[in-house]
């Protein structure tokens, strides 16, 4: 598929927690057509390091398709030739500089002062994103969703799409996710990333747009960030304990370097060259934040809002949201007289699975969304 970048536009936006963001913008796609009954969309929400880029291609000469490609599509499991499909770029998406990101957040010049928001941007929840994200929907004509979907922090979105408009959805996917971030990873990547951005001496308070950038700080963040969302079992397969050079051993001397270091590092300064480090901050701080049903007193009554059916989706070696959490979620909804349902994919590809490997449930995701 070729697809196109669209904009949507909010005059204002009234936060969850406090304050009003004024011009909001946010990129979108879609796939497929809007039925005339406007009943059959499927809203796509994207992980951390994602964009709305979901599927398809930009043009014919494009190497890498969206990051769900392989089960959006004609004849996929998001059959295109069925459902209309939308995805939304989320406020402080971390590719500020792709061309083909449109979000609001650190970078985005405050309409005040004529300058980047940098640290003086407010604080944003998933609440906020799919706020955003339910004003597009509806600006679409789109008064009920088919299902809604997503991997990691979009599993956040998903559940929460959920809870905060259980009138609108019908089923939910949440793929490698869970109800809440666990306080572990609040601290690891959470806590490392965020210092590891502020001590580099470019960070400025977050005063560096226009010079130079927190590069090192930033691509220390995105390999402790990689190092929680693969796992061991894939480092043995694919690294190991191999040297970076057969020639300079790791044994001869402290500057010689093992391959799945120098492998990851690269990896992760390729992705802080694309990167904004304020709003890598700034996500990390929403997911830290999350908790289904925000504003609600307990988990219990946020997920006993939810009329939805749950499929819920973990990988045997996620490291970040480990099974047992998507399997506390599962009873948790069960006992809250949810339909949920569960699939287990079977990799040693770690947290990432769930975008890489995504195939491996396609099956289930066909019949789940094709059930009645």
């Known amino acids: ?28 796609e ?31 000469t494009d190497q890498v398709p969206g990051y769900w490609d392989g089960i959006i ?31 609001t ?4 010049i405050n309409p005040e002062t004529g300058t980047p928001y940098g640290m003086s941007f407010p604080l944003v929840t998933i609440r906020d994103i799919i706020t955003v994200q339910h004003a597009l929907v509806r600006s679409l004509g789109i008064k009920r969703l088919h299902a809604v979907a997503g991997p990691s922090m979009g599993g956040f979105q998903a559940l929460e799409w959920a809870v905060a408009y259980p009138e609108m959805v019908e089923r939910a996917i949440v793929v490698v996710s869970a109800g809440e971030l666990h306080p572990w990873l609040i601290v690891m990547p959470g806590r490392i990333a965020e210092m590891a951005i502020r001590l580099d001496p470019h960070w400025r308070n977050g005063d560096y747009y226009g010079k130079a950038e927190p590069l090192e700080g930033l691509a220390l963040a995105f390999t402790a960030l990689t190092m929680i969302a693969r796992s061991q079992p894939w480092a043995d397969r694919t690294l190991g304990r191999s040297p970076a050079d057969p020639e300079r051993n790791p044994l001869d001397a402290l500057e010689h370097r093992f391959l799945i270091e120098t492998e990851i590092e690269k990896v992760a300064r390729e992705r802080a060259a694309r990167t904004d480090a304020n709003s890598y901050l700034y996500l990390a701080r929403t997911n830290a934040l999350y908790g289904a049903g925000m504003g609600l007193d307990t988990y219990e009554e946020a997920l006993g ?9 973990p990988c045997s070696s996620d490291l970040f949201f480990p099974p047992y959490q998507s399997h506390k979620l599962l009873i948790a909804l069960r006992e809250a007289g949810v339909s949920a349902s569960a699939f287990a994919l079977e990799s040693d590809g770690g947290h990432l699975a769930g975008v890489l490997e995504i195939q491996k449930a396609a099956k289930v995701l066909r019949e789940f969304l094709e059930s009645p």
Do not use: W
Request: hydrophobic fraction near 35%.
């Open 1 to 28: 598929m070729i697809v196109k970048k669209q904009l949507f536009e909010l005059d204002r936006l009234e936060l969850f927690r406090r304050g009003t963001l004024k011009q909001v913008r946010v990129g979108y």
């Open 30 to 60: 879609t796939y497929g057509r809007l039925s005339p009954a406007k009943d059959n969309a499927i809203l796509i929400c994207h992980h951390f390091s994602g964009t709305s880029h979901a599927a398809g291609r930009y043009g014919p």
């Open 73 to 103: 599509g004609p004849g996929r499991p998001f059959d295109t030739d069925r459902y209309f499909i939308v995805s939304a770029d989320t406020l402080c998406n971390l590719n500020v500089k792709d061309p083909n990101v449109v979000t």
């Open 105 to 108: 957040g650190p970078a985005s």
């Open 305 to 313: 809002r939810i009329r939805a059916k749950i499929l819920v989706i």
